[in-house]
Structure formats: C-alpha cells, structure tokens
C-alpha cells in the first residue's frame, strides 16, 4: 500500500510517499526555521503563510521523485499532471498551531476530493512514534518517551491500536525546554541543536561538573515532568557562568530525568521494547544516556531512537503511522485539532 503523507503542524511543510508503512520512496521538506531563528522563535503566522506558499511543489515534488505520476493517464491541457499512482492520503490534524495545521489538512481534504482517494487522519505525537518503524520493526508491547517542542509524554504502547498514558509533563516540554534555555544564554533557535552543539564545546575541556541545577520530580513516583522551575534557575545562574559550561549542564538535568523517569516506567512495565521518538530524540546524549544505563544495569531492552532526521518533524512518520492505524474517514469529515492529545 502507498500512502502520501502529508505534514505541516509547526514551521515545517512535508510530504512523502511510503510504502506499506516502512519503506521509503520520497521525502521532501520546505522548512522555514531559518526565518525564525531571525526573530528568535516561531511567529506562528508567519509560520501559515510560509507553508501556503510550500505545500503544492512538496507535495509535487514527493510524488515526482517518487515517479508515481501516471503517464498512462491523458492529462487535460489546463493541467501538468494526473492522479497520482498511491493508495491512500495522509495527513496531520494536531496538535500543532492552528494555522500551519489548516493549511496541509485543507490540501488533504481537497486532494483527497479531486484524486478520489480515501484520507486517513494522523495524530502528530502518534507519528512521531512510527519513525521507529522505518525499516524497522519494534515488537511490542512497548514504553515510549515522545519529546517534541510542545510535548513530552511517557506511554505505553500495548499494541498498534492502544495506548495507554503513563505520565508526561506538568507545564513546559522538553523541546521547549531547550528552546527557551537557548534564548537565555543567547544561543539562537531551534534551542536544543544549539545547547547540544555548545554544550559538546565544553565536554571536551572540562570533565568535573562546577555547577549543579535542580532534576525537576527525579525522585517522585509518578511519570510526569516539570521542566519550568529548570528554565527559572539556569536564568539565576546565567551570568555566573560560561555559555558552554551552562549548555552543557541544562543539557545534562533534562537529559537525566528524561532517561531516568523512562526506565522506571519500561521496569514498572516489565516490557523489553523502549521507543524514544520526537524533536529532543534527535540529542545524541540522550541516546548515549539511555545506552549507558541499560547496559549498566545490564537490562534486557530493546532500544529504538530514529536516526535525527526522522526525530524532527516529518511526513514518512505520518505515513507511516497512516499504515499502521488505516481509518480512512470521508473527507468532509477531516478537520483539524490543535489540542489533540496523544490518547485522542
Ligand atoms: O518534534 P519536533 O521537530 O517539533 C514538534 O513537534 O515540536 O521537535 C522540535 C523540538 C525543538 O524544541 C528543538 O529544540 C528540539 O526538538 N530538538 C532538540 C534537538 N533537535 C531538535 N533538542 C535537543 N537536542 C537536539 N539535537
Ligand atoms: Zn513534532
């Protein structure tokens, strides 16, 4: 089955074409980061009008380089293409900014009308889940910790259908997090790439922590996260200390809570499969991390983080998860949901 999955929650405008939910035929990308990083964050309507401008050449182009174009078909002369060979439309409906989110949900819906193929509607935070399947196949039931720039959830995942929600964030997200840690130390947007890059300047000169910050609920049963005391005492150590120095411990508070609270829930759990999916996904010393305390409490689990590009916002993931979970609803009825949570 080949589904064209379609992306555009935040200031990113993807489509890709995937095959029976693993394997990869196209994938193309229009970002417009780099006009945030100028402002220091995300202008969500700027964000809008930027994939308006984006969405129709993505998504030609992903079922070009995909050569699904049917040549066989007659192509009437006011147009450059026919219905494209796939099987099915993919697309995000949340969460996401609401007017990003329009924008491919309404392409969807029309392309879905014009080509006359069914539409599935994707939960964002569930796709991001399904980049661990790209040729590849976790078993399950699994524990997955999902960071992005807006969430950060622990769940179980039982089977493709249920998911359960074990625990997640009290206010800010990982992602977020990092983004505004970033912009206290001046170090620019996206925030976690830029802490990740600074902190590794100083790992290599420095091995014996000179400052501590707080790991926000480490020791407290549940599963949940509270990352905005973190942000509030790196801004009372931000003078005191070397950009690199404080990059490097932000970096380690949220990455040890991260890993910590996790593997509580995977031994709580007694699963042997750990997914980690989502934009912070994309931190190698979160991954490092997670490696290093499952070998030295010689776990027996199966580890599964996406390479980072597929840890960053993306359409195979939509695709994908469109693959695993095939509800295709008339089109009529897809409309977009900026507060979908990851059980909805
Ligand atoms: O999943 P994503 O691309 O978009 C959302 O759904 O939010 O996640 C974006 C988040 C941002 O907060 C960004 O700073 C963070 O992921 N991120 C990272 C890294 N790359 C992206 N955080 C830590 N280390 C990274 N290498
Ligand atoms: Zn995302």
Same mark, same amino acid.
């Given at each position: 089955?080949?589904?064209?999955?379609?992306?555009?929650?935040?200031?990113?405008?993807?489509?890709?074409?995937?095959?029976?939910?693993?394997?990869?035929?196209?994938?193309?990308?229009?970002?417009?980061?780099?006009?945030?990083? *100028?402002?220091?964050?995300?202008?969500?309507?700027?964000?809008?009008?930027?994939?308006?401008?984006?969405?129709?050449?993505?998504?030609?182009?992903?079922?070009?380089?995909?050569?699904?174009?049917?040549?066989?078909?007659?192509?009437?002369?006011?147009?450059?293409?026919?219905?494209?060979?796939?099987?099915?439309?993919?697309?995000?409906?949340?969460?996401?900014?609401?007017?990003?989110?329009?924008?491919?949900?309404?392409?969807?819906?029309?392309?879905?009308? #014009?080509?006359?193929?069914?539409?599935?509607?994707?939960?964002?935070?569930?796709?991001?889940?399904?980049?661990?399947?790209?040729?590849?196949?976790?078993?399950?039931?699994?524990? #997955?910790?999902?960071?992005?720039?807006?969430?950060?959830?622990?769940?179980?995942? *039982?089977?493709?259908?249920?998911?359960?929600?074990?625990?997640?964030?009290?206010?800010?997200?990982?992602?977020? &997090?990092?983004?505004? &840690?970033?912009?206290?130390?001046?170090?620019?947007?996206?925030?976690?790439?830029?802490?990740?890059?600074?902190? *590794?300047?100083?790992?290599?000169?420095?091995?014996?922590?000179?400052?501590?910050?707080?790991?926000?609920?480490?020791?407290?049963?549940?599963?949940?996260?509270?990352?905005?005391?973190?942000?509030?005492?790196?801004?009372?150590e931000v003078d005191r200390w070397k950009k690199p120095v404080l990059a490097y411990e932000i970096q380690e508070a949220i990455t040890d809570v991260l890993v910590q609270k996790t593997l509580?829930?995977?031994?709580?759990?007694?699963?042997?499969?750990?997914?980690? #999916?989502?934009?912070?996904?994309?931190?190698?010393?979160?991954?490092?991390?997670?490696?290093?305390?499952?070998g030295h409490w010689k776990l027996d689990i199966n580890l599964h983080v996406p390479p980072p590009k597929l840890c960053t916002d993306n359409a195979i993931m939509i695709a994908s998860a469109?693959?695993?979970?095939? *509800?295709?609803?008339?089109?009529?009825?897809?409309?977009?949901?900026?507060?979908?949570?990851i059980t909805q």
């Amino acid at each position: 089955m080949i589904i064209l999955g379609i992306e555009t929650s935040c200031d990113e405008t993807a489509a890709a074409v995937v095959k029976d939910g693993q394997t990869v035929l196209s994938n193309v990308i229009a970002s417009s980061q780099e006009m945030h990083a *100028k402002t220091g964050g995300i202008i969500p309507e700027q964000a809008a009008r930027e994939q308006i401008k984006s969405i129709i050449p993505v998504i030609e182009q992903a079922i070009s380089k995909a050569k699904l174009w049917d040549v066989t078909q007659h192509v009437p002369q006011h147009t450059t293409h026919n219905t494209p060979s796939i099987d099915a439309i993919a697309v995000t409906v949340g969460p996401g900014l609401i007017g990003s989110l329009l924008i491919g949900v309404e392409t969807a819906r029309t392309l879905s009308w #014009a080509w006359n193929k069914p539409l599935i509607p994707v939960n964002h935070l569930i796709g991001h889940l399904y980049a661990n399947w790209i040729d590849n196949t976790p078993s399950l039931p699994a524990v #997955a910790l999902v960071v992005s720039g807006g969430h950060t959830d622990i769940v179980l995942m *039982k089977n493709h259908k249920e998911i359960e929600w074990l625990g997640g964030t009290r206010d800010d997200a990982a992602g977020e &997090c990092f983004d505004k &840690c970033a912009r206290l130390l001046d170090l620019g947007f996206p925030g976690g790439p830029a802490i990740a890059k600074a902190a *590794k300047s100083h790992k290599s000169r420095v091995t014996s922590h000179q400052i501590r910050l707080p790991r926000p609920l480490l020791d407290e049963k549940s599963f949940d996260f509270s990352f905005s005391g973190l942000k509030t005492a790196v801004l009372r150590e931000v003078d005191r200390w070397k950009k690199p120095v404080l990059a490097y411990e932000i970096q380690e508070a949220i990455t040890d809570v991260l890993v910590q609270k996790t593997l509580k829930a995977v031994k709580h759990h007694k699963v042997d499969t750990l997914l980690v #999916a989502g934009g912070v996904a994309a931190n190698s010393r979160l991954k490092e991390k997670f490696e290093l305390e499952i070998g030295h409490w010689k776990l027996d689990i199966n580890l599964h983080v996406p390479p980072p590009k597929l840890c960053t916002d993306n359409a195979i993931m939509i695709a994908s998860a469109a693959f695993f979970n095939n *509800k295709p609803i008339p089109w009529e009825e897809v409309s977009t949901n900026p507060s979908l949570t990851i059980t909805q």
